[in-house]
């Protein structure tokens, strides 16, 4: 009897429950990487071939159903002034066999006496010579010698209007007027060899435009030439 008392009582108990277990979260899925973009494909160029130059000033291109006239100095203009403003551009200079006495107004020495190391970045060695002039002991390959004193004129009156109070700005006169006075030049004869590389950076695109903001070219269809002879 005892037993049997035992083994209900034993029936009456409750089990201990069982802890559930902890619901972890699933762990997020790694993104996927950014697809990288496609780069895109460069325009295709269409052949063209040099026809010629006019008035020793604009380059003559053919290309398709159109024909492009091209300002050569402009363009060249382009060319150099990208060139001269590129990181590490080292300029090629040249020391003056006969070193040159520079006269200029007071506010225009001054003024290039002011930036010499900036002179000195582009190749021109520069120094005071008492009594109001300025002797150039080196300048740079692209400057014909015959121009320095007019490179220089021009430079330091681009500085006194626009480039004194700020370096940046500076920087920039002398680069445009260095572009400008290292560029083959309009009304002069020019070799087929520099039109061709001129052409070329126009008609592949890496020069469109002057480094005053100007077109370097103009364009006429073949249509708008008919249309002037009344062929359309």
Request: charged fraction near 25%; aromatic fraction near 6%; include cysteine.
């Amino acid at each position: 009897m005892e037993k049997v008392e035992n083994i209900r009582a034993a029936e009456t108990i409750s089990p201990e429950p069982v802890p559930e277990r902890e619901t972890v979260p699933p762990s997020p899925a790694p993104p996927e990487p950014a697809a990288e973009p496609e780069a895109e494909p460069e325009p295709e160029v269409l052949p063209w071939r040099l026809a010629g130059e006019v008035l020793n000033t604009y380059i003559i291109v053919e290309q398709g159903d159109k024909v492009l006239f091209i300002d050569k100095h402009a363009a060249h203009e382009r060319m150099n002034f990208d060139r001269m403003k590129a990181a590490g551009y080292d300029p090629m200079a040249q020391t003056l066999l006969s070193p040159m006495v520079c006269r200029l107004a007071p506010e225009e020495q001054a003024a290039l006496l002011s930036h010499l190391p900036l002179l000195e970045e582009f190749g021109f060695g520069v120094e005071d010579f008492g009594g109001g002039a300025l002797v150039v002991r080196q300048a740079p390959f692209d400057v014909d010698p015959g121009d320095i004193e007019a490179t220089l004129t021009e430079i330091a009156q681009k500085l006194l209007t626009t480039g004194t109070a700020d370096p940046g700005a500076a920087r920039d006169e002398l680069l445009h007027t260095m572009a400008c006075k290292a560029a083959i030049k309009g009304g002069w004869k020019t070799s087929p060899r520099e039109l061709e590389r001129v052409a070329q950076a126009v008609m592949s695109g890496q020069v469109k435009y002057c480094p005053h903001g100007r077109p370097v070219a103009i364009e006429l269809t073949r249509q708008q030439l008919e249309k002037q002879f009344k062929r359309s």
